[in-house]
C-alpha cells in the first residue's frame, strides 16, 4: 500500500463526513455564544481541538466494531475490515488525536471546553459503543447526549461558561437523534440483527419505530421554537424553523401511510438537510439583522 492510500484509510478512519457536521455545529454555536466576531484565536483552536477530539472518538469506534463491520454490508468496506489498517496502529492513532486535542482546548481554549469535550468523546466512543449499542434499543437516544454536545463544546470554547442558549442547541440535536437515527435503522434492519445490534426496528418491529420517529419529529416541532421564544433568535429563524419542520413532518407522516426502506432512507436523508438548514437559519438571522442596520 502506497503512503496515500494508507494517509486516505486513516482519513476515512475518522469519518469525515460525521466529523463535519460536529464541526458546523460547533462553529454555529461559536458564532451564536456573541454578538459580535468571534476571536480567530477562540475559532481556529476551538474548532480544531473539537474536530480532533470527534475524530478520535470516530477512530475509536471503529475499532471497537470492527468485527461487526466487517459483516455488514454499509460498513465491510471500512479499512479495518478490509485490512488496509491494523487495529493497533489505529488506536494509537486514535489516541494520539484525543490527547492533541486535550492540549490544544486546556492550552489555548479554556478548561471547560476541554472538560466537556472529554466527556463527549468518552460518552460515544466509550459508553454508546461499548455498552449502550448493544444492551438496549433506546441506545441512540441515552447515547445522543454525546452527539448533541458540539453547540455547546463551541460556545465554550468563545466564552468559557455554559449558558441556557447553548442548551437549548444541544436539545435540538439531542431530539433530532432519535428520528434521524432510526429512519436509517430501518433502512439497515437485517444487517443490524444479523450482527446481534438491538435497533429499535430490529427489537420492537418497523411499525414501533414509524411511530416513534413520527412522535420524535412532532415533539422536535416545539423545541425548535424555544430560541425564538426565549428571544435568542428572531422571526427569519422562527420562519425557516417551522418551513423546515414542517417538511421534516411531511416525511415522518408519509413514512407511516407508506411504509418502505427507500421512504425510510429519504427520511433520513432529508433529516441531515433539516439539521444543517435549522442551523443555517440561526447563524443568518443572528447576524442579518445587525448588518441590514448599517444600511
Avoid: C
Avoid at 460518552?123 to 447515547?143: C, S
Amino acid at each position: 500500500m502506497t503512503l496515500g492510500q494508507q494517509l486516505n484509510s486513516y482519513y476515512q478512519l475518522t469519518k469525515p463526513k460525521v466529523v463535519a457536521l460536529i464541526v458546523f455545529t460547533a462553529v454555529v454555536g461559536m458564532f451564536l455564544s456573541t454578538p459580535g466576531m468571534v476571536s480567530l484565536d477562540a475559532l481556529f483552536f476551538g474548532t480544531l481541538g473539537i474536530g480532533m477530539a470527534a475524530a478520535s472518538a470516530a477512530v475509536i469506534n471503529h475499532i471497537l466494531d470492527r468485527r461487526e463491520d466487517a459483516r455488514m454490508a454499509r460498513t465491510q468496506g471500512r479499512p479495518l475490515p478490509t485490512g488496509s489498517l491494523q487495529a493497533g496502529r489505529s488506536l494509537m492513532f486514535a489516541l494520539a488525536l484525543g490527547a492533541v486535542s486535550m492540549a490544544i482546548l486546556v492550552a489555548l481554549v479554556n478548561p471547560l471546553t476541554a472538560g466537556l469535550t472529554l466527556l463527549s468523546l468518552i460518552g460515544y466512543a466509550i459508553i454508546y459503543t461499548v455498552y449502550l449499542k448493544r444492551a438496549t434499543p433506546q441506545n441512540i437516544v441515552i447515547g445522543g447526549a454525546a452527539g448533541a454536545a458540539p453547540p455547546v463544546l463551541g460556545w465554550t470554547a468563545v466564552t468559557g461558561e455554559l449558558h441556557p442558549h447553548a442548551l437549548l442547541l444541544f436539545l435540538i440535536i439531542f431530539v433530532w437523534t432519535p428520528p434521524h437515527f432510526w429512519a436509517l435503522a430501518i433502512y439497515r434492519k437485517d444487517e443490524y440483527a444479523s450482527v446481534d445490534i438491538p435497533m429499535l426496528p430490529v427489537t420492537h418491529g418497523d411499525d414501533f419505530t414509524r411511530l416513534h420517529i413520527l412522535l420524535y419529529t412532532v415533539l422536535l416541532l416545539p423545541v425548535t421554537l424555544l430560541p425564538w421564544i426565549m428571544g435568542m433568535s428572531g422571526l427569519l429563524y422562527l420562519g425557516g424553523a417551522v418551513v423546515l419542520g414542517v417538511v421534516f413532518l411531511y416525511y415522518a407522516v408519509l413514512l407511516m401511510l407508506r411504509p418502505t426502506p427507500e421512504l425510510a432512507m429519504k427520511t433520513f436523508g432529508y433529516s441531515i438537510t433539516y439539521l444543517l438548514g435549522l442551523f443555517i437559519f440561526l447563524l443568518v438571522d443572528h447576524y442579518l439583522p445587525p448588518l441590514l442596520s448599517l444600511f
